[in-house]
Every structure is written in C-alpha cells, then in structure tokens.
C-alpha cells in the first residue's frame, strides 16, 4: 500500500533560521513526488515535482531533493511569510493519477 | 486569470438533507478531483474524473455523489448518508498524462447544524 509520512509535524523556526522537513515514501513504481504549500482557510498552492532520486529543484528560499526513500524541503534564511503548512504526495504507478497525501508539516516563523 | 473557483465557502447542513458543492475550472484540464481534509490527516481522495461523463470512487466515496456532464465542471453532493460530514472540501484539477500536478480551488467549509 502506498503511504506517506511526513515529519515533523510542527516546526517553529526563528527570522533566518534554516532547517528541513522530511517527506518518507513507500510507492510502488514512483510517478512523481509532489511539494505543496497551504495556508490557513486556503487550498493548497503547487511548489515542485520530483521525478527521480537525486533530482532538486529550487525556488527562492525553498529547495526540493529527492532519494529513493524520502524527500527534503529545505527552506534557508525563512522569514516570517514563509509560514504554512507545507504537504508532500506522490503518485505511483499502481494508482496512475492519483495522489496519495502525507499529514503535513506546520512551519511558523518568528521575526 | 485562469482558475478553479469552488463555492460556496462556508456551508451549513441540517440533519437529513442534502447539499452541493460547486467546482468549475477555466484552466482546460481533462482531470478533476475531490478531495476532504480533516483536522491532523492527509488529504483523501473522495471521487475523481478523468474525462467528461466518466468518473471513478476514491478511497471515501461513501455518503457522496458526483457528476461530470461538462469539462468545466465537477459538483459533489454530500448526501445524508454522509454521518461525518463536518470537513474542508478541496476540488481540484489536472491535465492528464504523466507528472501532471494537480491545481487546487480554495475550498468549502462544511458544517453541521
């Protein structure tokens, strides 16, 4: 059974603090691995897709890695607006189109 | 500006009756979802269509119905049957194929009264 597990489950980080949130995986057949941002009362925005192990991908303070086990988003110097809640999913080929989500994990930055 | 617009986004249900959640995507996309998130859990996929006038049971289908008469537009009914009902509905959309990320609406509160 495909499932995702994402640790930890809040993270409260000071203005400029970097650090990593873990996303581990079990799927048959990795698709795709997907990194979401929502914010509180919103539906979740779209940040990165992931396709194969050792694969990154970067936008402003945020890098995506990916390992045949688990997912990294890394966030470097946060500031306060960067706080959310951040979600990882993925696709295997057993279930082709659709996502399996993990909990989430609560970021809140401080100033 | 090309989007999916879910409403209303607050709803209020009575025992015992019916309600319908509206989703319409102008992006172009094939593939439409719902999904229902709860306090502390993933997301979880409740129905899914991949083409017009066909569409299949997530993994929590029960208590739910959908329909897909237009490309645009994806509305899910929660029925009475639905005992648990009280949760943030997200619709979503995607083109279909591979490594196509799905774009996500803003939601709809459902409670109780």
């Known amino acids: 059974e495909d499932q995702v597990t994402q640790s930890p489950e809040a993270l409260r980080l000071q203005e400029g603090e970097s650090s990593s949130l873990n996303c581990s995986y079990t799927?048959?057949?990795?698709?795709?691995l997907f990194w979401y941002r929502q914010d509180p009362g919103k539906g979740p925005e779209f940040l990165f897709t992931?396709?194969?192990a050792g694969e990154e991908k970067e936008k402003e303070r945020l890098k995506a890695t990916l390992t045949k086990k688990e997912s990294f988003l890394h966030i470097t110097a946060p500031k306060p607006e960067d706080s959310a809640t951040y979600l990882c999913?993925?696709?295997?080929?057993?279930?082709?189109?659709?996502?399996?989500f993990g909990q989430g994990t609560t970021l809140q930055v401080k100033p | 500006d090309g989007g999916i617009t879910q409403s209303p986004k607050y709803l209020f249900r009575k025992e015992g009756q019916n309600v319908t959640l509206s989703c319409e995507q102008n992006?172009?996309?094939?593939?439409m979802y719902w999904y229902r998130q709860d306090p502390g859990q993933g997301l979880r996929l409740i129905y899914y269509?991949?083409?017009?006038?066909?569409?299949q049971k997530g993994d929590i289908a029960e208590g739910y119905s959908v329909s897909r008469e237009k490309k645009e537009s994806f509305p899910l009914t929660v029925t009475s049957a639905q005992k648990n009902p009280t949760a943030f509905y997200l619709c979503?959309?995607?083109?279909?194929?591979?490594?196509?990320?799905?774009?996500f609406g803003d939601g709809t509160r459902l409670s109780i009264l």
């Open positions: 979503a959309s995607s083109r279909t194929g591979e490594y196509q990320p799905q774009h």
């Open positions: 992006l172009n996309h094939d593939a």
């Open positions: 992931l396709y194969s």
């Open positions: 999913a993925v696709e295997g080929s057993s279930n082709t189109g659709k996502l399996i």
């Open positions: 799927v048959s057949g990795l698709r795709g």
């Open positions: 269509s991949q083409i017009v006038n066909d569409f």
